[in-house]
């Protein structure tokens, strides 16, 4: 069982980066995916959620501009990140949870700076 997450990389302030997490050897319809973040010297976050039926939740502070959407066929998660700023900047994980098990991906680090 693996997730994947790539798409990180330094950018300015008020640009935009769109993050991907394939997910491989799960029947991944049926988790609820997560896409938490830790910057540094800080405690991991959890960012925004999606549930197996598509609901979404995010945190405060990045409503309006971060977006999650899921792609069942391609068993991936993404998260489109406008507006950065730098306090956006961290490293990235996705998760897959369900009733039985918590799979985290490798992490992706996100560097928003002019």
């Known amino acids: 069982v693996q997730l994947h997450a790539c798409g990180g990389g330094l950018v300015q302030p008020g640009g935009s980066l769109r993050l991907s997490c394939a997910a491989s050897?799960?029947?991944?319809?049926?988790?609820?995916m997560n896409w938490y973040r830790q910057p540094p010297g800080k405690q991991r976050e959890l960012v925004a959620t999606?549930?197996?039926?598509?609901?979404?939740n995010y945190t405060d502070s990045v409503k309006g501009r971060f977006t999650i959407s899921r792609d069942n066929p391609k068993s991936t998660v993404y998260l489109q990140m406008n507006s950065l700023k730098p306090e956006d900047t961290a490293v990235y994980y996705c998760?897959?949870?369900?009733?039985?098990?918590?799979?985290w991906g490798q992490g992706t680090l996100v560097t928003v700076s002019s």
């Open positions: 998760n897959a949870i369900n009733r039985f098990t918590s799979i």
């Open positions: 050897r799960i029947f991944f319809s049926i988790y609820t």
């Open positions: 999606i549930t197996s039926g598509s609901i979404t």
